[in-house]
C-alpha cells in the first residue's frame, strides 16, 4: 500500500496512507504504555488516556466530545502496555478539525482535581466490572506470573489502591518523561494530497518542544514456571496455559505467529477448536494468543469449561502439543496454514481504522512499514523446520505456566 512519511523538526512524524474513499481515518500513537509506569502508580498511562477527554486549555468535556461528534465522527482511545492511542473516523471534510482536537486534547488537558476525582470513580468501576468477568480476569492475573516482578505483568487499569494515589504531578511527571516527539505518529488514511497532510500536520504539531527518546526500558528475565489454581465465585472453570515468547524483532517472530493461527486462532478450523470443541464438545471457547512486544512476547492458551472436564481438557491438549512437536508439519500442510493466515491478513485491511492504527505502530516499531506482499513473502519463507523448532520450544509443558480459577465447593 502507498504511503508517506514526514518528519517534522521536533521528530514527531506524519503518516499519510491515500484512500479514494469518502470516509477517513486518522490517529495519534504515543509509544508508552503502562510498562513505563513506576510500581506505585500503576494504572497512571490509562488514567490519562481516560483525562484528555476531560478538559483542555479552551475546551471542557462536552465541547471537546461534540467537536467531533457533532458533525456524526467517531472517536475513541485505548492504552496498552506499550502505547497510548486516539483514533477517530470521520468524512473528508472534517481533517483540520480532527488533527486539531487530537493535538488540543494530548498537549493542552489541564487534568483538574475535580475531573480527577470523578474520573477515578469510573475507573474503580472499570476495574470491578472487570473482576467480575473471569474470563477477562484470569488473562491479567496469568500475565502477572509470566512477567512476575515485571511492569509487564501489571493489570492497564491498575489497583484500587495505585489509582486512588495518582496526583496531578504524577500526571505531568509522565508525560513529560514518556511522551517523546520521535516516539509520536500520527497517521491519516483518507482522499488528501501528502501537502494537505503535512500543511495541517506543521500548523498544530511543530509547536510542540522536541522531547526525544531516552533507552528506559527494561527487558523482563524468565519467570520461574508456576502451575496455580483458585477457587472463585463462578459457574464454570477458566484456564491458561502459556510463557514468555518472541519480541517483535526476533526471527521467529513470524513462524510463531503463524503456529498460534494454526492452534487456537481466528476461525472455527484451527486444531484445538476442531478437536476439543467439536470433536469431544468440552470446551465452548478455547483460544491460543501471541503478542509481541518491542523486547519480549507472550505465548497464552486459554478454554473455559466445566470443572470436571478440566482435566481430560488438559490432556487433550497436551496430546495436541505433542503431535504437533513429535511430527513436523508436511509442506502441503504447512502451505495450507498459510494460506489461510494470508486470506485472514488480506481481510483485514478493510478493517481502515485498524490498518492506519497498525502501520503508525509499525513506523514506530521498525522505522518501515511493509506492504502486504512483503508480509505475505515472509509468511511464505516460514519453513517446516521453522515451526518444529518454534514448537517444540513454545509448546514445552516443562516451560509453561499454568492457571486455573475453579468453582467454589
Do not use: W
Not at 358 to 374: E, F, G
Request: charge should be negative; hydrophobic fraction near 35%; proline fraction near 3%.
Amino acid at each position: 500500500m502507498e504511503y508517506n512519511v514526514h518528519t517534522l523538526p521536533n521528530g514527531i512524524r506524519l503518516l499519510h496512507v491515500p484512500s479514494a474513499s469518502a470516509i477517513s481515518h486518522a490517529c495519534i500513537i504515543v509509544n508508552s504504555g503502562s510498562r513505563d509506569e513506576q510500581d506505585e502508580k500503576a494504572g497512571l498511562a490509562h488514567f490519562i488516556e481516560h483525562l484528555i477527554f476531560k478538559r483542555t486549555e479552551k475546551r471542557n468535556t462536552n465541547q471537546i466530545l461534540n467537536r467531533l461528534e457533532s458533525v456524526g465522527a467517531d472517536l475513541n482511545a485505548y492504552t496498552t502496555k506499550e502505547y497510548t492511542c486516539i483514533h477517530a473516523s470521520f468524512l473528508n471534510p472534517y481533517l483540520d478539525r480532527t488533527l486539531e482536537l487530537f493535538h488540543d486534547i494530548v498537549f493542552h488537558s489541564t487534568f483538574p482535581e475535580e475531573e480527577m476525582e470523578k474520573e477515578k470513580s469510573v475507573i474503580l468501576d472499570e476495574i470491578t466490572s472487570y473482576l467480575d468477568q473471569p474470563e477477562e480476569a484470569i488473562y491479567d492475573d496469568f500475565e502477572d506470573l509470566v512477567f512476575a516482578g515485571h511492569p509487564l505483568g501489571r493489570n492497564i487499569l491498575g489497583s484500587a489502591e495505585s489509582v486512588n494515589n495518582i496526583q496531578k504531578k504524577d500526571i505531568h511527571d509522565f508525560i513529560r518523561e514518556n511522551y517523546h516527539t520521535d516516539k509520536i505518529v500520527i497517521a491519516v488514511l483518507g482522499n488528501y494530497s501528502l501537502n494537505k497532510i503535512v500543511k495541517i500536520g506543521d500548523k498544530y504539531y511543530s509547536e510542540i518542544p522536541e522531547n526525544l527518546h531516552k533507552n528506559s526500558r527494561i527487558a523482563p528475565e524468565k519467570a520461574a514456571v508456576v502451575n496455580h489454581s483458585f477457587q472463585k465465585p463462578i459457574m464454570q472453570a477458566h484456564a491458561m496455559l502459556g510463557a514468555q515468547a518472541y519480541s517483535l524483532h526476533h526471527p521467529y517472530k513470524t513462524g510463531l505467529l503463524l503456529l498460534n493461527n494454526l492452534l487456537g486462532g481466528t476461525g472455527m478450523s484451527s486444531i484445538l477448536n476442531l478437536q476439543i470443541r467439536e470433536k469431544h464438545g468440552i470446551a465452548y471457547t478455547i483460544e491460543t494468543g501471541y503478542s509481541p512486544l518491542s523486547d519480549t512476547g507472550i505465548f497464552t492458551l486459554y478454554f473455559g469449561t466445566d470443572q470436571e472436564k478440566v482435566d481430560k481438557a488438559l490432556s487433550l491438549i497436551f496430546k495436541e502439543f505433542k503431535k504437533i512437536k513429535d511430527r513436523p508439519l508436511t509442506e502441503v500442510q504447512l502451505q495450507k496454514s498459510k494460506n489461510k493466515f494470508i486470506g485472514q491478513i488480506a481481510l483485514g485491511e478493510e478493517n481502515r481504522i485498524g490498518l492506519i492504527i497498525s502501520m503508525a505502530k509499525s513506523l514506530i516499531d521498525y522505522n518501515k512499514i511493509d506492504d502486504l506482499q512483503t508480509v505475505f513473502n515472509k509468511i511464505q519463507t516460514v519453513t517446516t523446520t521453522d515451526m518444529a523448532n518454534i514448537a517444540n520450544e513454545i509448546l514445552d509443558e516443562s516451560n509453561l505456566t499454568s492457571l486455573i480459577f475453579y468453582p467454589l465447593g
